[in-house]
């Protein structure tokens, strides 16, 4: 069975930083995709970062581009997201997902529980 587990969320002001962390076991090997989504309050899900679809490959969103920051330790299975120069427009639900089916569409991976992200003016 499949766990991914999000760490770090918290509240900062703008301008702070968080680094968000993403825990997966279960896979039997560690090709697997793996991405970072928000949703805030009203909005839809947005997919931000990520190896979306070739494991050797990072994808960024033109919103957080130079200002997040993924990474991925392979033997430990987890990634990380380093979030820097916040914005209030940054508050959301962060959530990890990872699948072994890469071409499959995001909402059919497996998901963690999600941790808030807080930051005020």
């Known amino acids: 069975q499949v766990h991914v587990v999000e760490s770090g969320g918290g509240s900062v002001q703008a301008g702070g930083s968080l680094e968000l962390s993403c825990a997966v076991s279960g896979y039997t090997s560690s090709s697997y995709c793996l991405g970072w989504f928000r949703q805030a309050p009203g909005k839809e899900r947005e997919g931000f970062a990520g190896?979306?679809?070739?494991?050797?490959?990072?994808h960024v969103a033109d919103s957080v581009k130079g200002r997040f920051i993924m990474s991925r330790d392979i033997t430990k299975n987890v990634a990380y997201l380093q979030m820097n120069s916040l914005k209030p427009e940054d508050t959301a639900m962060y959530y990890c997902?990872?699948?072994?089916?890469?071409?499959?569409?995001?909402?059919?991976?497996?998901w963690g529980q999600g941790t808030q992200v807080t930051v005020s003016a």
């Open positions: 997902a990872a699948s072994d089916k890469c071409a499959e569409q995001p909402s059919m991976w497996d």
């Open positions: 190896f979306f679809t070739d494991v050797g490959k990072a």
